[in-house]
C-alpha cells in the first residue's frame, strides 16, 4: 500500500514569494491533515479535513496562508506571500476516521527555507 | 482544551536495558493517547495507541505503553533497548469535539549507545 505522498520534499524561496505543497492521502482515508513543525518541536495543526470540508483552520494565518482539497483527495497548501517565519517542515498526514479509530499516517514533509 | 508534556528533552539508555520515555497529558473528557516516532529525514509513524480497554498497550517494534489514568501519564517503555530505536519520539492525545483533535508533544529525543 502506498503512503502518503507529498512535494516537493525541500523547497527554498525568497521572502515575499509564493509556494504551494502538494499532498496525496493514502486511498480510502477520509480525513487529512496540514502540519507544521518547527525545529525541536512536536507538529502543530493547520488544518484539518474530513472529506472535502474543512473541518478545524483555527490556527491557520489565514492572511497568507490557504488550503483546498479537491474532490475529497489530493491537497494542496500555499503560502503567499512567504516570510522568514515560515521557515519549517510541513507535514501531511491523512487517517481512515472510523469509530473512535482515528490513527494518522504521515508523509515525509516539505522543509521549506525562506531567505 | 487538551495538552500533552513531555518532561525530558533527551533519554539515554544503552543498548539491552530497558527505556522508558515519559508523557503526561490533560483532557476534560476521555483520553485517546497515541505515540509516534521520527527517524531523522523521515516523517512521523505511528507506534501505538489507547482508546480504551487494558491498560498496557502493546504496540510495533516491540514498544509498550502504560495508561494511568490517576496520573494522567502514558509512558512508552521496552524491556530492552537497540541502537536501533535512537529516534524522536512524540506522544500525542486527541479529543474527541465533533471530530478528533490531536495536539502533540514537544517530542523526546532517545539515544540508545551500544
Known amino acids: 500500500e502506498a503512503g502518503v505522498v507529498q512535494s516537493p520534499r525541500y523547497k527554498i524561496i525568497e521572502k515575499k514569494q509564493p509556494v504551494a505543497f502538494w499532498c496525496n492521502p493514502i486511498s480510502g482515508h477520509n480525513t487529512l491533515y496540514w502540519y507544521r513543525q518547527n525545529l525541536g518541536q512536536g507538529p502543530e495543526l493547520l488544518i484539518r479535513?474530513?472529506?472535502?470540508?474543512?473541518?478545524?483552520d483555527s490556527q491557520l494565518p489565514k492572511d497568507r496562508f490557504s488550503a483546498e482539497r479537491l474532490k475529497g483527495v489530493d491537497s494542496t497548501l500555499k503560502i503567499q506571500p512567504a516570510e522568514l517565519g515560515d521557515s519549517a517542515v510541513y507535514l501531511c498526514?491523512?487517517?481512515?476516521?472510523?469509530?473512535?479509530?482515528?490513527?494518522?499516517?504521515f508523509g515525509p514533509g516539505t522543509r521549506l527555507t525562506v531567505t | 482544551a487538551q495538552s500533552v508534556a513531555q518532561p525530558e528533552d533527551q533519554v539515554n539508555v544503552a543498548e539491552g536495558n530497558p527505556l522508558t520515555v515519559k508523557c503526561t497529558y490533560s483532557v476534560s473528557g476521555n483520553p485517546y493517547l497515541f505515540w509516534y516516532v521520527q527517524y531523522p529525514n523521515r516523517g512521523l509513524q505511528f507506534l501505538l495507541k489507547y482508546i480504551t480497554g487494558d491498560n498496557l498497550v502493546k504496540g510495533s517494534y516491540g514498544f509498550e505503553a502504560e495508561f494511568n489514568k490517576s496520573q494522567t501519564s502514558f509512558h512508552l517503555k521496552k524491556p530492552s533497548a537497540l541502537v536501533s530505536d535512537s529516534a524522536l519520539y512524540f506522544c500525542?492525545?486527541?479529543?474527541?469535539?465533533?471530530?478528533?483533535?490531536?495536539?502533540f508533544g514537544a517530542g523526546t529525543r532517545l539515544f540508545v549507545k551500544a
Open positions: 479535513y474530513e472529506n472535502e470540508e474543512a473541518v478545524d
Open positions: 498526514a491523512s487517517s481512515l476516521v472510523t469509530g473512535t479509530w482515528h490513527e494518522q499516517y
Open positions: 500525542a492525545v486527541s479529543e474527541n469535539t465533533g471530530g478528533f483533535k490531536t495536539i
